[in-house]
């Protein structure tokens, strides 16, 4: 009886050591590197101890600061448009009209795609002389636009980019939310006398909140820690224009050697998301209260 009661915890041992080792045990390490100065030119050697000075350091760095507005327009962005043409398209997909399975996997492709070619197919489609955008603008009579090259325009053509990549999780995972929606409770409604948009506001949304939430939270993580596609699209620039905390984090342990700052900067981001989940679920308890 004893051995059985033992047993579970016992067979998530393993899960647990590599939940340890893959999350947990990194945010100590990085806690540690962030309290003391490291650098790739002293990481075989006794780190001196810095305390917080990392943390005053970047604070007081007026391209951090930057880089934090810079991601607080990218996430905002990308999540209301995310989730926003996500739940559009994810509604079309629920009628089972004539060619939705072709249209879910349309849509499904740019989800399959790494970030890295994401960032690389649509450099050549907003290039200058010869990209594809240009190329139809050119042809409809119309002068080509700087897309990646003019500093007030390279934060809208990333964000663009994000959400053609980003938008197939939404739609994948609002279809399959609305189609836990029992249908009758519209039939309902339409017998009643209320119309769509009655319907939708006293019907879909409030039981689809939860699930919009979820979306919300996972869609504000990944683009609050992406970078690979800043980097490979817009590098960063024109005048750190695209540099997202994320991508600012990566120039200074990597390209820098500054590792100390990237750490902290890895710790600010793990904070921010920690923010957000927690706001959500409070709100979300709040609402079952």
Same mark, same amino acid.
């Given at each position: 009886?004893?051995?059985?009661?033992?047993?579970?915890?016992?067979?998530?041992?393993?899960?647990?050591?590599?939940?340890?080792?893959?999350?947990?045990?990194?945010?100590?390490?990085?806690?540690?590197?962030?309290?003391?100065?490291?650098?790739?030119?002293?990481?075989?050697?006794?780190?001196?101890?810095?305390?917080?000075q990392n943390w005053v350091k970047i604070f007081q760095d007026e391209y951090f600061l930057q880089s934090l507005k810079v991601t607080l327009f990218f996430v905002l962005g990308s999540v209301f448009f995310q989730i926003f043409i996500g739940f559009l398209i994810a509604r079309i997909l629920i009628e089972r009209v004539w060619g939705t399975k072709f249209f879910r996997v349309l849509f499904m492709l740019p989800w399959l795609l790494s970030a890295t070619i994401v960032g690389f197919s649509w450099q050549w489609m907003y290039n200058d002389y010869f990209g594809l955008i240009n190329g139809m603008l050119?042809?409809?009579?119309?002068?080509?636009?700087?897309?990646?090259?003019?500093?007030?325009?390279?934060?809208?053509?990333?964000?663009?980019?994000?959400?053609?990549?980003?938008?197939?999780?939404? =739609?994948?995972?609002?279809?399959?939310?609305?189609?836990?929606?029992?249908?009758?409770?519209?039939?309902?409604?339409?017998?009643?006398?209320?119309?769509?948009?009655?319907?939708?506001?006293? =019907?879909?949304?409030?039981?689809?909140?939860?699930?919009? !939430?979820?979306?919300?939270?996972?869609?504000?993580?990944?683009?609050?820690?992406?970078?690979?596609?800043?980097?490979?699209?817009? !590098?960063?620039?024109?005048?750190?224009?695209?540099?997202?905390?994320?991508?600012?984090?990566?120039?200074? !342990?990597?390209?820098?050697?500054?590792?100390?700052? !990237?750490?902290?900067?890895?710790?600010?981001?793990?904070?921010?998301?920690? =923010?957000?989940?927690?706001?959500?679920?409070?709100?979300?308890?709040?609402?079952?209260?």
């Amino acid at each position: 009886m004893q051995k059985k009661k033992w047993m579970p915890f016992l067979l998530l041992l393993p899960a647990l050591a590599i939940m340890f080792f893959l999350m947990i045990f990194p945010v100590f390490w990085n806690i540690t590197i962030s309290l003391n100065d490291v650098k790739t030119t002293n990481i075989n050697d006794v780190w001196p101890f810095v305390g917080l000075q990392n943390w005053v350091k970047i604070f007081q760095d007026e391209y951090f600061l930057q880089s934090l507005k810079v991601t607080l327009f990218f996430v905002l962005g990308s999540v209301f448009f995310q989730i926003f043409i996500g739940f559009l398209i994810a509604r079309i997909l629920i009628e089972r009209v004539w060619g939705t399975k072709f249209f879910r996997v349309l849509f499904m492709l740019p989800w399959l795609l790494s970030a890295t070619i994401v960032g690389f197919s649509w450099q050549w489609m907003y290039n200058d002389y010869f990209g594809l955008i240009n190329g139809m603008l050119m042809r409809l009579g119309m002068q080509p636009v700087n897309w990646i090259s003019d500093p007030n325009m390279a934060l809208i053509s990333l964000l663009i980019a994000n959400i053609w990549f980003g938008t197939p999780f939404s =739609i994948l995972f609002q279809e399959s939310s609305l189609l836990t929606i029992d249908r009758s409770l519209y039939e309902a409604a339409k017998i009643d006398g209320a119309n769509p948009l009655q319907s939708f506001f006293n =019907i879909t949304l409030p039981l689809l909140t939860p699930f919009l !939430g979820i979306n919300l939270i996972l869609t504000s993580m990944w683009s609050v820690n992406l970078f690979d596609l800043q980097l490979v699209l817009t !590098g960063g620039g024109p005048l750190m224009s695209t540099t997202t905390a994320s991508l600012y984090m990566y120039k200074q !342990g990597f390209e820098q050697g500054n590792l100390s700052i !990237g750490a902290t900067i890895g710790l600010v981001l793990l904070i921010i998301n920690l =923010i957000v989940s927690f706001l959500y679920l409070r709100a979300l308890r709040g609402e079952e209260a």
